[in-house]
């Protein structure tokens, strides 16, 4: 209880602007007690005004008041601090460099915790209670701490701006408007700031519509790369197979190959060992014939001689034995020269493979779909956005289905919207393979495969008429194609339903008609740089085309 009491004396007694004693307490006309010196420093901040205003209740005097030190309320202050009890420090934070201060403190000032923009000034805590009791100042709007509450004062008139000139687009004050900016439209800021928060609202749903764009954008590249990533990974895994297989090919051959040429040397020393030993048997024996006919020749005994003559005559001729022909062995070449061959064949096949082109549409080869399975696999999901149809375009609940309107139908403004033709956007951005089919009710129209930022006035807008665009026309089953402002006449099937197959990294984007099978209309080669969307145009009135599941 006494802790209580001594805390009512102190804040009884403290001043509001330095929260400490009060030391030489004066009061003024409207009753609250200050330092002299803290009040004198409050006033001197406000002198240019020429209004004095107390800082706790706002009460303003048109002069200075004089100020007189309060006797009584100085010598209680005196016994208070003979008691020993001082003014315990605030619990409030001080106000750093980048924080607001409260305009009332003086000395080291506290953090402001609210502004007040009929008063222009920003009150700690302390000093924003009056605020909060007094029935005058219950009325004020209080806002966040703001360090530019003088930007609201009008610089000519030093009152503050609640107003708004239209037609010079500035803050005035209400003496402005009838002063320099008579005859302007003006109107109360609040009012202003209806209708500029009402736009800001419309641009917001525009950026947030395309942060939703480009994320979806975005997550069809990281599928993209995830799809690229995955077939990557297995061509490396099935070629690293392949060439394994390859090598064990070739080791299986290299191995043969040499246990044919070893079978085929031993083949060919056996052959030529068995001659040379047959040879050599030969010449032995016509050796030994050679030595008699030389015995034969040194007998000196004339009939001697030529009676033995007779039986040896005979050993002078030669042994039969077929000649040594040294032909070339050229088989073991032939083999070398086959090796070199296949060499040669492999390293050529090697070189001109597509896999050593720069080129990913190598490695990953999709071929263009042919059968209802293949369409219906690449079958995507399409829907028309609101914020591009021209305004005599009504689209479906769905976003499905757009049917041509004779009147203008009541749509907000959007920047994505066309104005020109009666042409639509979808939604959606088309990456990799896709597939969609259009029906049309009517004589026709225009499907078109379009890149986002196309111009949504002008000539530049149009479907076919710039580089930003492919657009087949297909008024009453008469087909032509339009890119760059020039025309391709098509041959083929009418039919109310056409079917669009687009490969966005192939550069590939195919017409069919489609009625109990697909008929190839057209078909386009390129290079897309962009995310691209389906597009329509409708030109005539009561006409309707929609995004309809594939056959």
């Not at 289905?401 to 088309?430: I, N, W, Y």
Request: aromatic letters at 6%.
């Amino acid at each position: 209880m006494e802790q209580k009491a001594n805390q009512l004396d102190l804040e009884t007694f403290s001043c509001s602007i330095c929260l400490d004693l009060l030391v030489d307490p004066v009061a003024i006309p409207c009753g609250h007690s200050y330092c002299m010196s803290c009040i004198k420093s409050h006033w001197d901040e406000e002198e240019e005004r020429r209004l004095y205003r107390c800082p706790q209740c706002r009460e303003t005097f048109l002069q200075k008041p004089a100020l007189v030190k309060n006797t009584m309320l100085a010598e209680l202050v005196e016994q208070l601090k003979k008691t020993g009890l001082q003014a315990a420090p605030a619990d409030h934070c001080y106000a750093g460099p980048e924080d607001v201060s409260c305009d009332v403190c003086s000395g080291r000032k506290l953090k402001a915790i609210k502004s007040c923009l009929v008063c222009l000034a920003s009150y700690c805590e302390k000093h924003l209670q009056p605020h909060y009791e007094s029935a005058p100042l219950q009325k004020h709007k209080l806002v966040e701490p703001s360090k530019n509450l003088q930007e609201n004062i009008c610089s000519r008139h030093d009152e503050v701006m609640k107003m708004f000139c239209r037609t010079d687009q500035k803050c005035i004050c209400y003496l402005c408007s009838v002063d320099e900016h008579g005859g302007h439209d003006t109107v109360s800021a609040a009012a202003e700031r209806t209708e500029r928060q009402r736009e800001l609202e419309v641009r917001r749903e525009t950026i947030q519509q395309e942060i939703q764009d480009r994320e979806k954008d975005v997550e069809l590249l990281q599928q993209e790369v995830e799809a690229i990533n995955h077939s990557a990974d297995q061509t490396v895994e099935d070629s690293e197979e392949i060439f394994t297989q390859l090598i064990r090919l070739i080791q299986k051959r290299s191995s043969d190959v040499k246990q044919q040429i070893r079978s085929q040397q031993e083949t060919e020393v056996r052959r030529v060992l068995e001659l040379q030993e047959k040879l050599e048997q030969e010449i032995t024996e016509l050796k030994r014939k050679d030595a008699e006919l030389k015995q034969l020749s040194h007998t000196e005994d004339h009939n001697q001689f030529l009676h033995n003559y007779q039986s040896v005559s005979a050993l002078g001729e030669s042994p039969h034995s077929s000649r040594v022909n040294i032909r070339p062995l050229r088989y073991f070449e032939d083999v070398t020269a086959a090796v070199e061959e296949l060499r040669d064949v492999l390293q050529d096949t090697l070189r001109d493979s597509s896999l050593n082109k720069p080129q990913p549409e190598a490695l990953l080869p999709e071929p263009e779909p042919t059968s209802k399975t293949d369409f219906l696999r690449y079958s995507c999901d399409i829907t028309l956005d609101p914020n591009t149809a021209h305004q005599q375009l009504l689209l479906s609940e769905g976003g499905l289905k757009a049917t041509l309107m004779k009147q203008p139908q009541s749509c907000p403004k959007h920047p994505d919207r066309f104005t020109s033709c009666c042409q639509v956007l979808s939604r959606e951005g088309l990456m990799g393979r896709c597939y969609w089919e259009v029906e049309w009710t009517g004589s026709g129209g225009f499907i078109a495969v379009v890149q986002k930022n196309i111009s949504r006035t002008g000539g530049g807008s149009v479907f076919g008429r710039n580089d930003k665009s492919w657009a087949l026309d297909c008024y009453q089953s008469q087909y032509k194609l339009f890119h760059k402002n020039s025309s391709t006449s098509i041959s083929g099937p009418g039919s109310s339903r056409i079917g669009v197959y687009l490969d966005h990294r192939a550069g590939l984007l195919s017409f069919y008609s489609v009625s109990e099978t697909r008929t190839l209309l057209h078909r386009v080669q390129t290079a897309f740089t962009q995310p691209l969307h389906a597009g329509l145009w409708i030109y005539w009135p009561g006409d309707s085309a929609e995004f309809c599941k594939p056959r």
